[in-house]
């Protein structure tokens, strides 16, 4: 959402509990100049009205609202051992994103969700239907997400973040599909087939769409 003062007035209007709806001006100096901070600071002293700034607001916004919730919260058994699987849903969003955890991580202590006191393993991976679902062979989604799945579950602790946006699946964006990104020849994937998953790299050409999933700790650049 842009940061303006149209915006901005519809949100001062909803946080006083009235009709989401506002009407602005430019106010002028007497010489007919736009007034400047100065200017409106000078004003709203001798009209007795307060003011804010745009930045404020945000941060205000910032402070006291969420956008995204967890609505589920359940169990997962999977071949890789027993995941924590959260839902989360956002007002922003129309697709809910997935976090597989393990170790305890994200797991509500007394009704509060404790803070990790080590770092711990984060994969972030783009859904990609064909290659999750499918086994796709135009891409290495499927492997990558197993892999990271794996990995996660012989360290004991860590979380696998679910997006719910196509990455390099044929049914995904026009910009991500399979004649544009998986079949283009200045597509470049360096894939080395020995050493751990956080040594991987992912190259991609000027050209090609940076799209892919992400080793938190590893080395991609996508």
């Given at each position: 959402?842009?940061?303006?003062?149209?915006?901005?007035?519809?949100?001062?209007?909803?946080l006083a509990g009235l009709?989401?709806?506002?009407?602005?001006?430019?106010?002028?100096?007497?010489?007919?100049?736009?007034?400047?901070?100065?200017?409106?600071?000078?004003?709203?002293?001798?009209?007795?009205?307060?003011?804010?700034?745009?930045?404020?607001?945000?941060?205000?916004?910032?402070?006291?609202?969420?956008?995204?919730?967890?609505?589920?919260?359940?169990?997962?058994?999977?071949?890789f051992g027993a995941f924590?699987?959260?839902?989360?849903?956002?007002?922003?969003?129309?697709?809910?994103?997935?976090?597989?955890?393990?170790?305890?991580?994200?797991?509500?202590?007394?009704?509060?969700?404790?803070?990790?006191?080590?770092?711990?393993?984060?994969?972030?991976?783009?859904?990609?239907?064909?290659?999750?679902?499918?086994?796709?062979?135009?891409?290495?989604?499927?492997?990558?997400?197993?892999?990271?799945?794996?990995?996660?579950?012989?360290?004991?602790?860590?979380?696998?973040?679910?997006?719910?946006?196509?990455?390099?699946?044929?049914?995904?964006?026009?910009?991500?599909?399979?004649?544009?990104?998986?079949?283009?020849?200045?597509?470049?994937?360096?894939?080395?087939?020995?050493?751990?998953?956080?040594?991987?790299?992912?190259?991609?050409?000027?050209?090609?769409?940076?799209?892919?999933?992400?080793?938190?700790?590893?080395?991609?650049?996508?």
């Amino acid at each position: 959402m842009r940061a303006g003062h149209t915006e901005g007035s519809v949100d001062l209007a909803r946080l006083a509990g009235l009709r989401e709806a506002a009407v602005i001006c430019e106010v002028v100096n007497a010489d007919g100049t736009m007034a400047r901070l100065p200017d409106l600071q000078r004003f709203c002293a001798a009209h007795g009205l307060k003011m804010c700034t745009i930045e404020a607001l945000i941060a205000h916004r910032r402070r006291r609202e969420k956008l995204v919730n967890r609505s589920l919260a359940i169990k997962l058994p999977t071949r890789f051992g027993a995941f924590d699987l959260f839902v989360y849903e956002s007002v922003v969003d129309p697709e809910p994103h997935l976090a597989l955890c393990v170790g305890g991580v994200g797991v509500e202590v007394g009704g509060v969700i404790p803070e990790q006191s080590e770092p711990v393993l984060v994969r972030i991976h783009s859904q990609c239907l064909t290659g999750d679902l499918l086994g796709s062979l135009m891409c290495d989604c499927g492997s990558q997400l197993e892999q990271a799945l794996s990995q996660i579950a012989e360290a004991g602790k860590g979380v696998l973040l679910y997006m719910r946006q196509e990455g390099r699946g044929i049914d995904c964006c026009p910009n991500c599909g399979p004649t544009n990104c998986s079949r283009r020849r200045d597509w470049t994937l360096s894939r080395p087939t020995s050493g751990s998953a956080s040594d991987r790299t992912c190259v991609t050409t000027a050209s090609a769409p940076r799209s892919c999933s992400t080793w938190a700790f590893g080395t991609c650049g996508c």
